[in-house]
């Protein structure tokens, strides 16, 4: 009776993670639109989400901010690849509809089954297959030669790629370590890096708008705090291989967002090239037990 009620909990959180990580691209976009500088709204993010990261385990668990060097070493580099797709994500959003960022944003687990098998790891046919599936989605979903901007769609591709290369890190050097312990140095390590390309990239001085605030606190407090500490507590009752399949609600609901909250609409081909997509997501995430953790 325990372990059922364990697990209806489970679900019940990992659902949570899955709803506050979905607003992500929406806050964004609704942020960026409103002339604030996008470097400045994910620096913010990062600081506020990781100052309370630092302050909630300091009282509540204090254990899990012990690091080893190794570890220090490998969080570091799983957040300056973090780090880096999360600024191109940021840029893209003001070329692209959330809806639309969100969708190619779905194709990561491709990227990550390929660095898997260049590592040595075998690339079934299946995965081929899915590949193939996925490619075929997003010409759909893009409406080649239609009206998308290419400098968008090209931030959107170089964050998938660096997510994936975050993940298997993560998965690869890090899996021995307690998951809190990773999250809280690879975003500590985001906030570093983005501040240092806000102090030495160009910067813009504009006082922060209220929607820009807003942006911010709903990014830094929904969609990384809570989404990260729900995930994580989902993960202990469930276990990470059934929560990843989570992973494509969160990319419907974050277009569905998009739609009902900032008015964007999709073609019927775009629909169904998007839902080719999910479903090779959905095949890949079985097939090849990828793992996922929610990051916009």
């Given at each position: 009776m325990l372990d059922k009620r364990n697990q209806v909990y489970g679900l019940v959180l990992a659902l949570f993670a899955v709803l506050t990580a979905s607003v992500a691209p929406t806050l964004v976009k609704v942020g960026v639109d409103a002339n604030n500088d996008p470097i400045t709204l994910l620096m913010l993010r990062l600081w506020i989400a990781s100052a309370i990261f630092w302050v909630f385990f300091s009282i509540a668990q204090p254990e899990i901010l012990r690091i080893d060097s190794r570890a220090l070493v490998f969080t570091s580099a799983a957040g300056a690849?973090?780090?880096?797709?999360?600024?191109?994500?940021y840029l893209a959003i003001q070329?692209?509809?959330?809806?639309?960022?969100t969708m190619l944003f779905s194709f990561y687990p491709l990227f990550t089954v390929l660095m898997l098998a260049l590592r040595g790891e075998r690339l079934r046919l299946k995965t081929l297959l899915f590949l193939s599936m996925s490619l075929f989605g997003i010409y759909l979903f893009l409406k080649m030669g239609g009206d998308l901007n290419l400098v968008g769609i090209l931030f959107i591709l170089g964050t998938t790629?660096?997510?994936?290369?975050?993940?298997?890190?993560?998965?690869?050097y890090l899996s021995d370590y307690p998951a809190q312990t990773s999250a809280i140095y690879i975003i500590t390590t985001m906030a570093i890096i983005t501040t240092l390309?806000?102090?030495?990239?160009p910067r813009d001085f504009s006082p922060i708008s209220a929607v820009g605030w807003i942006s911010i606190g709903g990014t830094a407090l929904l969609s990384t705090v809570l989404t990260r500490l729900t995930l994580f507590a989902a993960i202990r009752r469930l276990g990470s291989a059934q929560v990843s399949f989570f992973g494509p609600l969160e990319i419907l609901l974050g277009v569905l967002w998009a739609?009902?909250?900032?008015?964007?609409?999709?073609?019927?081909?775009?629909?169904?090239?998007?839902?080719?997509?999910?479903?090779?997501?959905?095949?890949t995430l079985r097939y090849n037990k990828v793992t996922t953790s929610s990051n916009k």
């Open positions: 690849a973090n780090s880096a797709g999360l600024i191109l994500f070329h692209l509809d959330a809806s639309v960022a790629f660096a997510y994936a290369l975050h993940l298997n890190i993560v998965q690869w390309v806000w102090l030495f990239g739609v009902l909250l900032l008015g964007e609409r999709l073609s019927m081909r775009q629909w169904f090239g998007g839902l080719l997509i999910l479903a090779s997501m959905v095949w």
